[in-house]
């Protein structure tokens, strides 16, 4: 699967579809994406991705790339907003309403990417 993923050869497209087909050739388990998800560090809700249908692992790198690309955004609100002084009641909100998540998903990110007062 990583060698058909990290071959530069092939377009995205390409290996799009190889992946799908391997997935399904050779009916990869949810352990295994959940194994190569863990192996990204990302957060990947499994159960949603069954629900759509595709268990493939396509999917889980789409997902993983999303979840990358929030955690930047937040992470450059985040120092931006600390920066100019900002309260944390207004980074959150501010999270919430640019990021579209919940409170509780910005309270973690603030968690990780707050300043830290020395």
Not at 2 to 27: G, M, P, V, W
Not at 56 to 80: C, P
């Amino acid at each position: 699967m990583f060698k058909i993923l990290l071959d530069q050869d092939n377009s995205i497209r390409d290996k799009k579809e190889k992946a799908i087909e391997y997935t399904k050739e050779h009916k990869v388990s949810d352990t295994i994406l959940k194994t190569m998800a863990g192996a990204a560090n990302c957060k990947i809700v499994f159960d949603v991705l069954k629900q759509e249908g595709e268990n493939n692992m396509w999917s889980v790198f789409e997902e993983t790339a999303k979840e990358g690309e929030v955690r930047g955004k937040a992470e450059g609100i985040i120092d931006t907003c600390s920066d100019l002084g900002l309260p944390d009641e207004d980074i959150l909100k501010r999270l919430q309403m640019k990021l579209d998540i919940s409170l509780q998903a910005a309270q973690e990110y603030l968690r990780i990417f707050g300043k830290k007062t020395v």
